[in-house]
């Protein structure tokens, strides 16, 4: 029997309100960077997602230049164009309107629409989970910019492994597969060896390179059985 897909309206709601945590901890890591509260505010509401502003403030923080850290967001927020054909079949109307719904596009609301078995409620999904995190990543980032005066240095919270905590969240699955822990182990091996002589934040930059090999090796018959499923 098909287990019944989770309602997403509870779904959209549960995630958003968890995302607003993550937000606030994005505030004060921006804080701690020497970003201003607006500036901090304006790239939550701007950039619109998280993985790749942890990783401009994580750059920044780390004493990396603006350019390593927009170098490495933009190679992390290309991913969100693949979600385009996932959930372009959830919504309809003139282009403008689509236009402005491709700003929700992130991986939550994608990961919602997708679960959903028909066009309804994939809609739902998609928008209610899309504006909610919108609404909570910047209230979230608000209050942590605010507070960060307040926290001080986030590494005595721990606050500082947020962004390497996103980052294999967001690689775990993949490495299910072989082309995924092949990108994995040459990223590492590349990132860990150019390490002491580029500057910071050089390195995430370079790790792309990685998927050259993967692409190349072949994929196990068992994997593609899996993905098939």
Same mark, same amino acid.
């Given at each position: 029997?098909?287990?019944?897909?989770?309602?997403?309206?509870?779904?959209?709601?549960?995630?958003?309100?968890?995302? %607003? *945590?993550?937000?606030?901890?994005? @505030? +004060? #890591?921006?804080?701690?960077?020497?970003?201003?509260?607006?500036? &901090?505010? !304006?790239?939550?509401?701007?950039?619109?997602?998280?993985?790749?502003?942890?990783?401009?403030?994580?750059?920044?923080?780390?004493?990396?230049?603006?350019?390593?850290?927009?170098?490495?967001?933009?190679?992390?927020?290309?991913?969100?164009?693949?979600?385009?054909?996932?959930?372009?079949?959830?919504?309809?109307?003139?282009?403008?309107?689509?236009?402005?719904?491709?700003?929700?596009?992130?991986?939550?609301?994608?990961?919602?629409?997708?679960?959903?078995?028909?066009?309804?409620?994939?809609?739902? %999904? *998609?928008?209610?989970?899309?504006? @909610? +995190? #919108?609404?909570?990543?910047?209230?979230?980032?608000?209050?942590? &910019?605010? !507070?960060?005066?307040?926290?001080?240095?986030?590494?005595?919270?721990?606050?500082?492994?947020?962004?390497?905590?996103?980052?294999?969240?967001?690689?775990?699955?993949?490495?299910?597969?072989?082309?995924?822990?092949?990108?994995?182990?040459?990223?590492?091996?590349?990132?860990?060896?150019?390490?002491?002589?580029?500057?910071?934040?050089?390195?995430?930059?370079?790790?792309?390179?990685?998927?050259?090999?993967?692409?190349?090796?072949?994929?196990?018959?068992?994997?593609?059985?899996?993905?098939?499923?």
């Amino acid at each position: 029997m098909t287990p019944e897909p989770a309602d997403p309206t509870r779904a959209g709601i549960v995630i958003s309100l968890a995302i %607003g *945590f993550v937000g606030i901890t994005f @505030g +004060v #890591l921006a804080s701690s960077a020497g970003l201003s509260v607006l500036q &901090a505010c !304006a790239m939550s509401l701007l950039v619109f997602t998280g993985a790749s502003q942890f990783a401009v403030v994580g750059v920044l923080a780390g004493g990396g230049t603006l350019l390593a850290g927009v170098g490495a967001a933009v190679l992390l927020a290309a991913r969100n164009t693949l979600y385009g054909p996932i959930v372009a079949p959830s919504l309809d109307g003139p282009w403008w309107k689509r236009a402005a719904l491709a700003h929700l596009v992130i991986d939550e609301s994608t990961g919602v629409a997708a679960a959903q078995p028909d066009r309804a409620t994939a809609r739902k %999904g *998609f928008l209610v989970t899309g504006i @909610g +995190v #919108l609404v909570c990543w910047n209230v979230g980032t608000a209050i942590g &910019a605010l !507070a960060g005066d307040v926290v001080g240095d986030p590494n005595r919270f721990g606050l500082d492994a947020a962004f390497p905590a996103v980052s294999l969240a967001l690689l775990a699955p993949h490495l299910r597969h072989v082309r995924g822990r092949t990108a994995a182990f040459v990223a590492a091996a590349l990132s860990l060896t150019v390490v002491p002589v580029v500057p910071v934040g050089v390195p995430v930059l370079l790790a792309v390179l990685a998927i050259v090999p993967a692409a190349l090796r072949p994929v196990p018959s068992h994997d593609v059985e899996e993905q098939d499923r």
